[in-house]
């Protein structure tokens, strides 16, 4: 198994039960008193959340998760229920309670601040674009002009490409080819009904080592996106909680270890020091 547990996060389980903060008034305080909590993660993302057979999810996300619900916990046991989050059902997750936290290479972006509260951020990542290794008609992120382009349900990460500023940043014509998810993406770049993936370089580097020889990064960054943990809008306690978690986790190396664990031989420069936090409202 590629993924390790973390010490204290004691007795993970899978499955798919309701179970947000309900009459404990903040997360913090349901993984304290109950011992018990809800994560929300990818379950299709390779090297970030990544669930095969009846295990739990395995990944880097996974990983941070279990930190954070150990550091919270205080020394407790906690039982974790994993929950599978697409980027479509995020907000929605938290909102009525089905996941308590949710850590799934979560942009913290300025549409999403109104309806979240973000822990963190934990990492900083650059947002690149994959095509086929033998599409050799793109080399530049501006090659992309009039190309045909993943639009993943949930994700705002074609924007950046295809919008102009504020909100997105090339203002490029392109042919937006709508998808599940990034999983759902990589199939149809596979099968040539598209060009193009473009996403945080974590996420596309998983899904290239997966596959390797049939993908290419092209090391043409878009911008840099931090992701946070999300928390339903409001509880401060916890995002006070998960922010001191996150500063520990780059200070004892947890998160230099983790990172070089799920993505050292990628050839990605990974990042190498906690990301300013956002503050909690």
Same mark, same amino acid.
């Given at each position: 198994m590629r993924g390790v547990a973390l010490a204290g996060a004691a007795v993970v389980v899978l499955a798919a039960a309701c179970g947000g903060a309900g009459s404990y008034a903040t997360v913090v305080d349901k993984i304290r008193n109950a011992g018990r909590v809800v994560v929300g993660t990818k379950w299709d993302q390779p090297g970030l959340g990544l669930k095969t057979g009846d295990g739990p999810p395995e990944g880097f996300? %996974? =990983? %941070? $998760?279990?930190?954070? %619900? =150990?550091?919270? $916990?205080?020394?407790r046991q906690v039982q974790i229920t994993w929950r599978e989050s697409p980027s479509s059902a995020r907000e929605a997750l938290l909102q009525n309670g089905s996941a308590d936290l949710i850590v799934a290479s979560y942009s913290i972006t300025p549409s999403r601040l109104p309806k979240v509260t973000f822990g963190g951020p934990y990492i900083v990542t650059p947002q690149d674009t994959m095509v086929r290794a033998d599409d050799t008609s793109i080399k530049k992120v501006t090659d992309l002009r009039g190309k045909r382009l993943c639009l993943a349900e949930g994700s705002n990460s074609y924007r950046r490409i295809v919008d102009p500023p504020p909100n997105g940043k090339l203002s490029l014509p392109m042919r937006l080819v709508p998808a599940a998810n990034y999983s759902d993406c990589v199939r149809k770049l596979a099968e040539g009904r598209l060009d193009a993936v473009s996403t945080e370089n974590l996420v596309l580097a998983g899904f290239a080592e997966q596959e390797p020889g049939h993908f290419r990064l092209l090391n043409d960054p878009v911008s840099d996106e931090t992701w946070g943990v999300g928390i339903k809008k409001g509880d401060t306690a916890t995002c006070e909680a998960v922010d001191q978690a996150v500063a520990e986790m780059w200070h004892d190396g947890t998160a230099t270890r983790l990172l070089r664990r799920w993505f050292g031989k990628t050839g990605l420069k990974l990042p190498s020091h906690r990301p300013a936090p956002v503050g909690c409202p």
């Open positions: 996300d %996974v =990983d %941070v $998760a279990k930190y954070i %619900v =150990d550091h919270l $916990a205080r020394g």
